[in-house]
């Protein structure tokens, strides 16, 4: 694996965000993209329901996507939630009354938001990948889920990923491999004894956060 330091690049702070959630569990572009989302709810939540601007941008949404709408809900604030979905069903309601068909003329903010921030980390992530540091880092991460690898295949125009990165995604494939496996063994009734492992219990939960990534 070949790197060093990459030249004549500052390291900014969306470097050190994704240095910070390799060392975490999970992919860590999941796991930032899942703080991001989390952070910009809770402050519309709490500070942007009445806001013009976002009543504007939300009712050319016609509110948020079910996934967003209901991790908004999630966040126990029920007022805010309501505030907002009652003032678009207002507007749905006026709109079919002057005989008009409801509709979305722009995508849900936080999905836009979303794919900002997962450009974002990408095309950092690419512009990295020989620094050493960096790669050290991906090293001890549980890897890039398939979507976040395939966003980085069609980033990259010009050249083909790194054959290390490549080495190493698969590493982490056999790794979840083996736990699911040994998971699956463990259920013979003839290993009714053994303990599961650590990983082994969440193995297929981890198969699968893996194949599509973590919703936020």
């Known amino acids: 694996m070949s ?81 907002i979905y009652e003032d678009l069903l207002q507007l749905v309601a006026k709109q079919l009354g ?44 549980d890897g890039l889920c398939l979507a976040h690898l395939h966003q980085l295949s069609s980033q990259e125009k010009t050249i083909a990923l790194p054959e290390w990165l490549l080495t190493l995604v698969r590493q982490k494939i056999q790794q979840r491999r083996r736990r699911l496996s040994e998971f699956l063994r463990k259920q013979d009734v003839q290993a009714k004894n053994e303990r599961l492992s650590e990983g082994e219990p969440t193995a297929c939960e981890d198969a699968i956060d893996y194949l599509v990534g973590t919703t936020d």
């Open 98 to 141: 002057e005989g008009q068909m409801p509709q979305q003329a722009i995508a849900c903010p936080a999905c836009s938001l979303r794919r900002v921030f997962e450009q974002s980390y990408g095309r950092t992530l690419l512009e990295f990948l020989e620094d050493d540091e960096f790669q050290q880092a991906l090293q001890s991460c």
């Open 3 to 83: 790197g060093g330091q990459v030249p004549g690049r500052e390291k900014f702070s969306t470097y050190y965000e994704i240095w910070d959630a390799c060392y975490k569990s999970g992919c860590p572009i999941c796991r930032l993209l899942d703080r991001r989302i989390h952070d910009y709810l809770e402050s519309l939540m709490y500070e942007g329901v009445n806001t013009t601007s976002v009543r504007v941008k939300l009712r050319g949404a016609l509110g948020f996507c079910r996934t967003h709408a209901c991790k908004a809900i999630k966040l126990g604030d029920a007022l805010g939630v309501a505030i």
